[in-house]
């Protein structure tokens, strides 16, 4: 019995941060929605499966691991936008007959013995339509899938204490606080907090664990008169600069540079927002630079639920508070401002006075007053620069993505005049 973690054709709705992975690698809560699934089914050998346009781009990232392909075994696939539960295996076994286990109409898994699973071979790339031609028995499932991006915002508080759940039930009590604690540093609710080797907290940082855990994972550093109130992921190698104001329901990714407030967000690895500004009920991709002032609106004045715009169409997201979703890539200038539900593309540059526009296409240059179209060149090369300064490399296929995310939005800029 293996596993096989699909996205499915609703990738889409998880756009701009979709744009540079499949779903199941977005983060809600400490991990991706990949390692939640593989955690919940513990021993399984799994592969991936996700859009041609990715699959080369996300082999590279992953050596070893079957990508677009299976071994010819029983085969348990599994929706990647799914909220795995630690219990899934419970709700949906590994042995059994074959069947499609259903949310409503979304497909969240499917057994499929090695005899069908030669039908679906026969049918990739779209795994979805091959499931569901299978005609198989049909379950019900109360299992959370995430839907839009915002979802994984919503979610991410739950999602951080059953991770965080998981992860301290792992480690021995005498070993959660294993990193340095300087004189002056306060831990509140101190058996809530897990500090790992390497990391740090200066004098006069305040980690609050009284209204949910804290976890500072490796190497991290808290720097001095920095708080943080819980429950917060601070990934390894990041730093959370003087000052900073981390409130709950906060992810941060690895090698990140944080000050400032940061409210109820998810920020993907190697982004930085090192400087005052307000980002609150947002996601974040990786490789972005937040100015210093960058600073956003997360509520409507007359309080009702926002509007974002996804994939051509402007959808009511059903929550009340909702920020920037900034795509991977994306530069942001001094005291630049974002109103609600604001979309913002792969690989932008946004600059100037005033709110821009609430949906700004991938390769975008500009502001309020006017854009420009950022040329594929330009970006790649200005990507590899900053990747350099944290010791990576862009390769071939990461190249070949900018572009391809750069020609499938050529029709997003020319509608806005560019």
Same mark, same amino acid.
């Given at each position: *019995? ?16 979709s @744009?540079?992975?499949p ?8 991990? &991706?929605?990949?390692? +939640? ?16 346009s ?12 079957k990508?677009? !392909? ?5 085969h ?11 219990n ?5 076994? /590994? ?13 969240? $898994? ?6 069908n699973?030669?039908?679906i +071979? =026969?049918? !990739?790339?779209?795994i979805l339509?091959?499931i569901s ?7 019900n499932? /109360? ?16 999602? *951080?204490?059953?991770?965080?759940n ?5 480690i021995k ?11 002056? $540093? ?9 500090? $790992?080797?390497?990391?740090?907290? %200066?004098?006069g /940082? ?27 992921y601070i990934?390894? #190698? ?14 941060i990714?690895?090698?990140c ?24 009920? !947002?996601?974040?991709? !990786?490789?972005?630079?937040?100015? $210093?002032?960058?600073t ?10 926002v =509007?974002?715009?996804?994939?051509g169409r402007?959808v ?8 920037p *979703?900034i ?10 401002? @974002? ?7 792969f #690989? ?8 821009p526009?609430?949906?700004?296409p991938?390769? #975008? ?6 854009f420009? &179209?950022?040329?594929?060149? %330009? #970006?790649? /090369? ?10 990576k ?6 190249e ?5 995310? @750069?020609?499938?939005?050529e029709?997003?800029?020319?509608? +806005?005049?560019?």
């Amino acid at each position: *019995m293996q596993i096989c973690i699909f996205e499915d054709n609703d990738y889409i709705k998880f756009e701009p941060l979709s @744009f540079y992975r499949p779903a199941f690698d977005l983060v809600c809560g400490i991990t &991706t929605l990949r390692e +939640k699934i593989i955690r919940a089914y513990p021993g399984l050998k799994y592969s991936l499966h996700c859009r041609l346009s990715l699959a080369p781009f996300l082999q590279e990232q992953n050596p070893g691991i079957k990508v677009n !392909s299976f071994d010819d075994d029983d085969h348990i696939f599994v929706n990647g936008s799914v909220l795995a539960p630690l219990n899934m295996m419970e709700l949906i076994p /590994a042995k059994g007959s074959d069947k499609i286990y259903l949310n409503g109409s979304k497909i969240i $898994a499917a057994k499929v013995s090695r005899e069908n699973l030669k039908r679906i +071979k =026969k049918n !990739s790339p779209d795994i979805l339509n091959s499931i569901s031609a299978l005609n198989l028995p049909n379950e019900n499932t /109360a299992i959370n899938y995430a839907a839009y991006i915002w979802d994984l915002i919503s979610n991410n508080k739950t999602e *951080m204490l059953n991770d965080y759940n998981y992860f301290y039930s792992s480690i021995k009590a005498m070993e959660r606080i294993k990193g340095k604690i300087f004189e002056g $540093a306060h831990l509140v609710n101190k058996e809530n907090i897990i500090i $790992a080797e390497g990391a740090e907290a %200066k004098p006069g /940082a305040v980690i609050d664990a009284s209204s949910g855990p804290v976890y500072i994972d490796r190497n991290a550093s808290i720097q001095s008169n920095a708080v943080i109130q819980g429950p917060v992921y601070i990934g390894k #190698s990041s730093l959370i600069k003087t000052g900073a104001n981390i409130y709950d329901s906060v992810s941060i990714g690895k090698v990140c540079k944080i000050g400032g407030e940061v409210d109820n967000s998810i920020i993907l690895p190697y982004s930085n927002k090192q400087h005052n500004g307000y980002i609150g009920h !947002s996601y974040i991709g !990786s490789w972005v630079n937040i100015g $210093a002032d960058t600073t956003c609106s997360d509520l409507k004045n007359n309080y009702s639920s926002v =509007k974002a715009y996804v994939n051509g169409r402007i959808v009511d997201s059903g929550q009340q508070f909702l920020g920037p *979703m900034i795509g991977d890539h994306t530069k942001t200038a001094i005291n630049t401002m @974002f109103n609600t539900g604001t979309s913002v593309g792969f #690989s932008c540059n946004v600059f100037g006075s005033g709110f821009p526009d609430t949906f700004i296409p991938s390769f #975008s240059w500009g502001g309020r007053d006017s854009f420009e &179209t950022y040329e594929v060149e %330009k #970006s790649i /090369a200005t990507a590899r620069r900053v990747m350099q300064r944290r010791n990576k490399i862009i390769s071939k296929y990461e190249e070949d993505i900018f572009k391809y995310i @750069f020609a499938s939005t050529e029709t997003e800029r020319r509608q +806005k005049g560019y």
